[in-house]
């Protein structure tokens, strides 16, 4: 069984600032991939942010310069700094962890986190 738990979502004004973190546990020690993706109403959830367990990091263009991923492989935790905030980065967070073996992959979500931010 993996757990995986996402705090700090909120309500920001636009401009401001949020950090978000998510930690996995569970039957599984390390994690190939660990990100954040977003579901905005009415939309399909998109890849906002990844972090591979050797440091590569990839970004939706949309949060390129504005958004930073960062991680702790000990903790099996991932953090997502965000700031410049604009209204349509407004969604639901999913933290998502990420296990590859071979020919298969497992990922494992979290409940999700709310991100509103007020024009």
């Known amino acids: 069984q993996v757990q995986v738990v996402e705090s700090g979502g909120g309500l920001v004004q636009a401009g401001g600032s949020l950090r978000l973190s998510c930690s996995a546990s569970?039957?599984?020690?390390?994690?190939?991939?660990m990100g954040w993706y977003r579901q905005a109403a009415g939309n399909h959830r998109e890849l906002v942010a990844r972090?591979?367990?050797?440091?590569?990091?990839n970004y939706a263009d949309s949060v390129k310069g504005r958004f930073t991923i960062s991680r702790d492989n000990a903790k099996n935790t991932v953090f997502l700094q965000m700031n410049s905030l604009k209204p349509e980065d407004t969604a639901v967070y999913y933290c998502n962890a990420q296990v590859v073996g071979g020919i298969w992959k497992n990922d494992y979500w979290g409940q999700g986190t709310q991100v509103t931010v007020s024009s």
């Open positions: 972090i591979s367990d050797g440091g590569s990091t």
């Open positions: 569970g039957s599984i020690s390390r994690f190939n991939a």
